[in-house]
């Protein structure tokens, strides 16, 4: 790296020795690119060196380079020397760029409703103005970026005849030298291409027209996508990149393709977190999502893909000289084993083994499930918020399972009454992010607490056992004045209140009937009422519409 930039900067200085972010660089173009392909190419050969190899690759702008190398279509060499709006594309067109095409452009289409528009700084600006006060439910962020790559502006100073004079000596097609290839089982995987949206076979030539065509044209990712769904190459991405930034973009193709199972996305680093425990985690999940892998372990055992892992965790094959069962287990997974199969709420999670004085039930949040998924549609000012009624159904569901646990189901269900309800701190949800919501009930059920933390929280929780990590559940629950705290152990206190049981008469509903409200507002009305309140910035999705 050093002599690729005259010794100006070293990489490891402006990655690790910077004190704070104020510092960096990182951000200037003649760092930021050769300093990711350095990144994406040593995730590459760790994720190689524990035997992990692709079945398809598929770049994205910038990353075409380090992808072209692993790919074996370029030397190392050759390709160290070359260092989002929330709509349609037509969309984009036919409202915002018409009339303009001279000044900006579509430089990305990573879905069916995710492009990026590049061109001049305050074009730009006025669009994103326009965004705001006409389609203010539509989502729209700026990249931070020195150039307006794929615009207009990369043909202005001659850069293509420079760039194309620059790389008239690299290969046309795949490197044939062993030596030279990255690793020879990469090589063998099917690379799409961002730049042509679609697969590339080995005619077509990675020379210079092409990469100058990487920076002046659109970036055709959801193409290539679409691509890898029809040949059914893949069902697992992961993501080789400094922060994951395109899960919602493959989701999104898999959806309007109508896939029956959607992908599983994983990242390889995030932004602020522990590099081991992200990468570790998404190890995990590689390895136990797919059936294939235990197979070449346990291939006396026939598991389909189609069946719950689970119940195979119970049956693991002992050595022939040692019959008793060989296996470490979290408290996580002893309590839900051990954990009494009362149908599970999809937001409460399984109860805890706590003392007396309190029940906890927990649950992991993960909005890119399908049981979790109708949680996006809440949105307040473009964040995924977890709803306010939400705390109160948690709380609901917890006093019914006790309730169902002490009561005759002959016995008439007597009426939860909540009182002094506190709404302290909003729970902001994030797709590349997990989080676990704890409910407590005080017993004899006359409170309740509803806390939330992190679920790649590393503290002295966190067991590692060679190379094994786990979360378990911290005993602090069962002190009270420590949790009573707003925050506590990187735990967030979101809602509270008290309860009381009636057992003696059944109330009525207060709430109006669903036909009465039908009787009152007009389906034209309604829609008017949801989009004056989008313009307000409460987005409300399909799930929270009536």
């Known amino acids: 790296m050093t002599k690729i930039n005259n ?3 070293r990489l490891f200085e402006e990655l690790i020795e910077k004190k704070n972010e104020q510092e960096s660089r990182i951000n200037d173009t003649n760092i930021a690119q050769p300093t990711l392909f350095a990144i994406q190419v040593a995730l590459a050969a760790l994720l190689v060196s524990w035997n992990i190899s692709p079945s398809c690759i598929i770049s994205h702008s910038a990353g075409d380079q380090a992808a072209a190398f692993v790919a074996g279509r370029l030397t190392l060499e050759e390709a ?15 409202k ?64 293509e005849k420079e760039m194309l004079s620059s790389l008239k000596d690299i290969r046309r097609l795949p490197v044939q030298d062993q030596k030279q290839i990255f690793d020879p089982i990469c090589a063998k995987a099917k690379p799409y291409s961002s730049v042509i949206g679609e697969q590339m076979n080995d005619n077509i030539p990675v020379d210079g027209q092409y990469w100058w065509s990487n920076v002046r044209q659109a970036v055709r990712f959801y193409d290539a996508i679409a691509a890898i769904i029809k040949d059914e190459v893949a069902k697992v991405f992961l993501e080789i990149s400094p922060h994951p930034v395109l899960g919602t973009s493959i989701r999104e193709c898999y959806e309007l393709t109508n896939q029956q199972q959607s992908p599983l996305i994983l990242p390889t680093l995030k932004r602020k977190e522990n590099e081991q425990i992200t990468l570790l985690t998404s190890l995990a999940q590689l390895t136990t999502s797919s059936p294939h892998v235990w197979q070449q372990y346990f291939h006396t055992r026939q598991i389909l893909p189609m069946k719950n892992h689970e119940e195979y965790f119970d049956h693991f094959p002992l050595y022939k000289f040692h019959l008793s069962p060989c296996w470490y287990e979290s408290k996580d997974s002893s309590i839900q084993r051990l954990a009494n199969r009362i149908p599970t709420h999809p937001l409460l999670g399984i109860r805890q083994l706590n003392d007396q004085t309190s029940a906890t039930w927990k649950s992991l949040i993960n909005i890119n499930l399908p049981q979790h998924a109708f949680l996006k ?27 169902s646990s002490k009561e005759d189901d002959q016995q008439q269900q007597p009426t939860i009454i909540f009182e002094d309800i506190n709404f302290i701190k909003a729970l902001i949800l994030n797709e590349h992010e997990l989080v676990e919501v704890f409910t407590q009930i005080i017993m004899p059920m006359r409170e309740w607490y509803i806390y939330s933390r992190p679920w790649s929280t590393a503290g002295p929780d966190c067991m590692r056992s060679s190379g094994m990590t786990c979360t378990d559940v911290v005993d602090s629950f069962r002190d009270q004045n420590n949790l009573n705290k707003y925050s506590l152990n990187e735990f967030t206190l979101h809602a509270r209140g008290k309860i009381e049981i009636d057992f003696k008469e059944q109330k009525s509903l207060t709430i109006p009937p669903l036909n009465t409200i039908n009787d009152t507002w007009s389906t034209q009305d309604i829609a008017s009422a949801y989009a004056h309140l989008s313009t307000r910035g409460y987005q409300y999705g399909s799930s929270f519409q009536k």
């Open 96 to 159: 915002l760029l018409k009339g303009i095409e001279h000044l900006a452009c579509i430089a990305v289409v990573n879905g069916p409703r995710s492009v990026t528009i590049s061109g001049d700084e305050k074009i730009i600006d006025e669009i994103q103005q326009i965004l705001s006060t006409s389609y203010s439910n539509v989502f729209k962020a700026c990249v931070r970026i020195e150039n307006a790559f794929h615009s207009y502006q990369m043909n202005r100073f001659d850069t």
């Open 7 to 9: 010794g100006e900067w």
């Open 80 to 94: 160290v020397r070359m260092l989002a709006v929330s709509m349609s594309e037509e969309e984009v067109e036919n």
């Open 377 to 403: 549609d809440h949105k307040i000012q473009d964040a995924i918020l977890f709803p306010a009624v939400a705390y109160l159904e948690l709380a609901t569901a917890a006093c019914q399972q006790l309730l």
